[in-house]
């Protein structure tokens, strides 16, 4: 074999916690190690997928406002207009309402975020807020 360049190998936990990865380096037919490198990694816990979301009141007039909500005990709530990817449109905690004042019906997706970790749901749940134009007088 050459050893003269990088070779990966992929490692993937099954759950969250602390492992130790050590390589170990031998000169060729013989069993007495060069050197041993040691790295410990931690996994977080993914949270929970955002549930029971809800817009109250889940149809407005256009220039009024809603209230979103989603749940995910104990996580922040980030707030999105796509299902993946873009950009958080703001937070809030668990279960408390979020104001929004769509200029057009708008879907609403919820991802779940652990402060101290910075990880993220694996997907995000889905609230519909239906905007009417608001009638001539």
């Known amino acids: 074999n050459d050893f003269n360049s990088a070779r990966t190998t992929t490692i ?3 759950a969250s916690g602390t492992y130790t990865i050590s390589c170990t380096l031998y000169n060729h037919g ?14 977080n816990t993914v949270p929970a997928i955002p549930v029971l979301t ?3 009141p889940a149809a407005i007039c256009l220039g009024s406002s809603a209230d979103v909500k989603a749940t995910s005990s104990g996580n ?8 993946t990817g873009g950009i958080n449109i703001g937070t809030s ?4 309402n979020f104001l929004v004042t769509p200029s057009a019906t708008t879907t609403y997706y919820a991802e779940a975020k652990i402060a101290a970790t910075s ?3 694996t997907s995000r749940s889905s609230v519909l807020v ?8």
């Open 119 to 121: 990880c993220v749901s």
């Open 93 to 96: 905690n668990s279960n408390a």
């Open 54 to 56: 809800s817009a109250t």
């Open 130 to 137: 239906t905007v009417s134009p608001n009638s001539a007088a």
């Open 76 to 83: 922040i709530i980030q707030w999105y207009t796509v299902n």
């Open 12 to 14: 993937t936990p099954s």
């Open 30 to 43: 013989d069993n007495d190690p060069i050197v041993t490198k040691t790295k410990t990694v931690t996994v």
